[in-house]
C-alpha cells in the first residue's frame, strides 16, 4: 500500500470501483473513462509504480496479469473478434496512474496508433 496511490486506495476499498475479478496477486476493475466498450485494467495487489520498477521477483506476477486478462476478455465475449492489451510506461509512454497496470481493451475495431 502506497500512501495517495488512487489504485491502492482501490484496492483497500477505500474508493469504488466496478470489481470484474480479484485474487491473492491481482485484482480486475472497469476503467471509469473508458476509450473502449471493453476497458477494464488489470491491477497487482503490491504496490508497484510502473514497469521500470518490476523486477525478475515479479515474473509470475506479470504473466499471470496476462492471463487474467485473457480470461476476463472470454468473459466479456471480445476474444473471437480480438482486443488490447496495453501497459503505459512512464511520462511519455502515457502513463498517469503510478501503479502499474494492464489495460484490456476491445468491443469495437481498434485504430492502429500512429504516433
Ligand atoms: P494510464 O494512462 O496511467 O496508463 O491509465 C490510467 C487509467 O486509469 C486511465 O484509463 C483512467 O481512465 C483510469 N483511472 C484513473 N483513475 C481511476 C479511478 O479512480 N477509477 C477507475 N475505475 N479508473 C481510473
Ligand atoms: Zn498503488
Redesign the pocket.
Given at each position: 500500500m502506497s500512501e495517495d496511490c488512487?489504485?491502492c486506495k482501490?484496492i483497500a476499498k477505500e474508493?469504488p470501483?466496478?470489481r470484474l475479478y480479484s485474487d491473492e496477486r491481482v485484482i480486475a476493475?472497469?476503467?471509469?473513462?473508458?476509450?473502449a466498450p471493453v476497458?477494464i485494467?488489470i491491477i497487482p495487489n503490491k504496490h508497484i509504480a510502473s514497469m521500470r520498477e518490476a523486477n525478475v521477483e515479479d515474473e509470475a506476477l506479470l504473466g499471470h496479469m496476462q492471463l487474467v486478462a485473457q480470461k476476463l476478455a472470454i468473459e466479456e465475449g471480445i476474444d473471437k473478434k480480438g482486443y488490447r492489451l496495453?501497459?503505459?510506461v512512464g511520462d511519455d509512454?502515457?502513463?498517469?496512474?503510478?501503479h502499474l497496470?494492464l489495460?484490456l481493451m476491445g468491443g469495437k475495431p481498434l485504430r492502429v496508433q500512429k504516433y
Open positions: 488512487i489504485f482501490i474508493i470501483a466496478e476493475f472497469r476503467d471509469n473513462a473508458p476509450a476497458h485494467l496495453v501497459i503505459n509512454g502515457g502513463q498517469v496512474v503510478y497496470h489495460h
